[in-house]
């Protein structure tokens, strides 16, 4: 029994569902209390819920984890844009290349054209084009 007059946290809730297959995605935890950023938490779990959903009304099996596969790249890839981990977006980027059947040397020779054709004079590394932090 909690005395009275306090106020335990009680964690928030957004749950998103998808007609087609029944499949529900709940999201919880102490969420930012700006409008803005509730909207943002409703939307990315409901699409999150869908892209779930259709991935699991695949019926080939190979298929099936061929999507899985790639969104679990695309996210991570997206998680580490947010972090700012340039030397993760260019592991994953590259790894997501090859996966499609592009060396190493064809990415090299993209990004020069590309820097040609632009007029930039990006450094290639070894591991590729150098990706300048943000705002840099």
Do not use: C, W
């Amino acid at each position: 029994m909690r005395p009275s007059g306090i106020l335990i946290p009680v964690p928030e809730q957004y749950v998103a569902s998808d007609k087609r297959t029944g499949l529900e995605v709940a999201v919880t935890g102490e969420f930012p209390p700006h409008h803005d950023d509730r909207i943002r938490i409703a939307r990315t779990t409901t699409l999150f819920t869908r892209l779930m959903s259709t991935i699991l009304a695949t019926e080939n099996e190979t298929q099936r984890r061929e999507r899985f596969l790639a969104i679990e790249t695309q996210l991570e890839l997206a998680e580490a844009l947010i972090r700012e981990d340039f030397e993760e977006v260019q592991r994953l980027m590259r790894q997501t290349m090859e996966k499609m059947g592009i060396t190493k040397e064809q990415l090299d020779e993209m990004t020069r054209r590309i820097l040609e054709q632009f007029g930039g004079d990006a450094p290639l590394g070894p591991d590729g084009p150098a990706i300048p932090p943000a705002g840099g």
